[in-house]
């Protein structure tokens, strides 16, 4: 096997495509700065048992491990920073008021999430903690919004969920309490089929609740679907209350879609859950939601809610970026030619200097002039 080859779904990324995801990461972090978000850098690895504390069975199943050669002990590669974020918060900066953080790294999964999707996403995303209420979830889905449509698309569904209309219909039921993770895969999947078979020991209205969920999804009118076909429990009519704000909220910046069955990411989740799509990516863009419970594992529950998307796949989306007009100068000592050149890159200009015997071969720049010597003085021509 040639030595440049590597592993599957792993791949180097070339400078025009590295500047449009450097671009993007730009703008996002410093809009999340005029949100009031404060960056982190967690670390790229660290012991299992805090990388994977509450972070559920899926993203252990992401994660690789290792063994520390210093200690022994398992260390894991994070496959997410949520629940890394969530430690900074619990554990280190230990507030009592509204904390807002915000991230950006690379992480590693030992499959890929979906069709051509990279093992090594580029995450960045926001978290709120310390709010309980709605206000908390309605900014962190508006930050999503914004930043999608920084990267310059306009046309944005997004889908509603909310893992409490779940957990409130298992309540009374314990023989369904048992196997939440194998129904939410039967949701997930909306085998209405095979949830009718699995569920024929469950309690009739657990049952027949659980075969409409899959049934549920399509425009706003789902909320009054739902209302209609699923039991009036406190915790169904409080999710289903939270959906139609968060819904109403992003009227005219997105396509609002509610699917009660979408339950991806619930192992942590505790609340609203969305997820952006846009035309030309089958997956999910950007998700995110609520999981108040995730700071228990670091002796600090806080309410807490946020977003993640890839950058690479987004970046993926846009179109090459024009190459930048630059400027080819000669390669020289001459204090006149270093003093040019220097105030030409403080004024903000691109200038390459060529090198004895090569050409200037760049996939991002365009030299469009050339600075040369006429009369003792170093001047701009235009080139072409």
């Known amino acids: 096997?040639?030595?440049?080859?590597?592993?599957?779904?792993i791949a180097d990324v070339l400078p025009s495509e590295a500047r449009k995801i450097?671009?993007?990461?730009?703008?996002?972090?410093?809009?999340?700065?005029?949100?009031?978000?404060?960056?982190?850098?967690?670390?790229?690895?660290?012991?299992?048992?805090?990388?994977?504390?509450?972070?559920?069975?899926?993203?252990e199943l992401r994660t690789f491990k290792v063994v520390d050669q210093l200690s022994g002990?398992?260390?894991?590669?994070?496959?997410?920073?949520?629940?890394?974020?969530a430690r900074i918060d619990a554990h280190l900066l230990n507030r009592d008021s509204v904390t807002r953080l915000c991230y950006a790294g690379s992480v590693l999964h030992t499959r890929p999430s979906g069709l051509h999707a990279t093992r090594e996403p580029l995450q960045i995303g926001a978290e709120i903690y310390g709010h309980a209420g709605l206000e908390a979830d309605a900014e962190i889905q508006e930050l999503a919004l914004s930043s999608v449509a920084?990267?310059?698309?306009?046309?944005?569904?997004?889908?509603?969920?909310?893992?409490?209309?779940?957990?409130?219909?298992?309540?009374?039921?314990?023989?369904?309490?048992?196997?939440?993770?194998?129904?939410?895969?039967?949701?997930?999947?909306?085998?209405?089929?095979?949830?009718?078979?699995?569920?024929?020991?469950?309690?009739?209205?657990?049952?027949?609740?659980?075969?409409?969920?899959?049934?549920?999804?399509?425009?706003?009118?789902?909320?009054?679907?739902?209302?209609?076909?699923?039991?009036?429990?406190?915790?169904?009519t409080r999710a289903l209350a939270e959906l139609a704000a968060l819904a109403a909220s992003a009227i005219g910046r997105a396509e609002v879609a509610i699917d009660l069955a979408d339950l991806r990411g619930y192992q942590y989740e505790?609340?609203?859950?969305?997820?952006?799509?846009?035309?030309?990516?089958?997956?999910a863009v950007a998700r995110g939601g609520r999981y108040d419970h995730v700071g228990e594992a670091f002796g600090r529950a806080r309410p807490a809610t946020g977003f993640s998307l890839d950058l690479?796949?987004?970046?993926?989306?846009?179109?090459?970026?024009?190459?930048?007009?630059?400027?080819?100068?000669?390669?020289?000592?001459?204090p006149e030619l270093r003093e040019?050149?220097?105030?030409?890159?403080?004024?903000?200009?691109?200038?390459?200097?060529?090198?004895?015997?090569?050409?200037?071969?760049?996939?991002?720049?365009?030299?469009?002039?050339?600075?040369?010597?006429?009369?003792?003085?170093?001047i701009l021509k235009n080139l072409g």
């Open 1 to 9: 096997m040639p030595n440049w080859l590597l592993p599957e779904n």
């Open 22 to 59: 450097e671009d993007l990461r730009r703008k996002m972090l410093d809009t999340f700065r005029l949100y009031g978000y404060e960056l982190v850098m967690p670390p790229l690895l660290e012991y299992v048992d805090s990388l994977l504390a509450g972070a559920g069975q899926d993203t």
């Open 73 to 85: 002990r398992l260390l894991g590669l994070r496959a997410d920073m949520t629940t890394q974020v």
């Open 150 to 236: 920084l990267a310059g698309f306009t046309d944005v569904r997004l889908d509603l969920c909310h893992v409490g209309i779940l957990r409130a219909l298992l309540a009374d039921d314990p023989a369904a309490r048992r196997d939440e993770a194998q129904l939410t895969c039967f949701l997930r999947a909306k085998d209405a089929p095979g949830l009718d078979e699995f569920t024929h020991n469950y309690l009739p209205a657990t049952r027949q609740a659980l075969l409409a969920l899959t049934q549920l999804y399509g425009g706003i009118d789902v909320l009054g679907r739902a209302k209609e076909a699923l039991p009036a429990l406190p915790g169904i």
């Open 270 to 283: 505790s609340g609203a859950m969305f997820a952006l799509y846009v035309p030309g990516l089958p997956n």
């Open 312 to 334: 690479r796949e987004l970046a993926r989306l846009l179109p090459t970026a024009e190459r930048k007009h630059s400027i080819r100068a000669p390669w020289g000592n001459a």
């Open 340 to 378: 040019k050149i220097a105030d030409l890159r403080k004024a903000g200009e691109v200038v390459i200097q060529s090198m004895p015997g090569h050409d200037n071969v760049q996939d991002e720049f365009e030299c469009d002039r050339v600075l040369v010597l006429e009369n003792g003085n170093w």
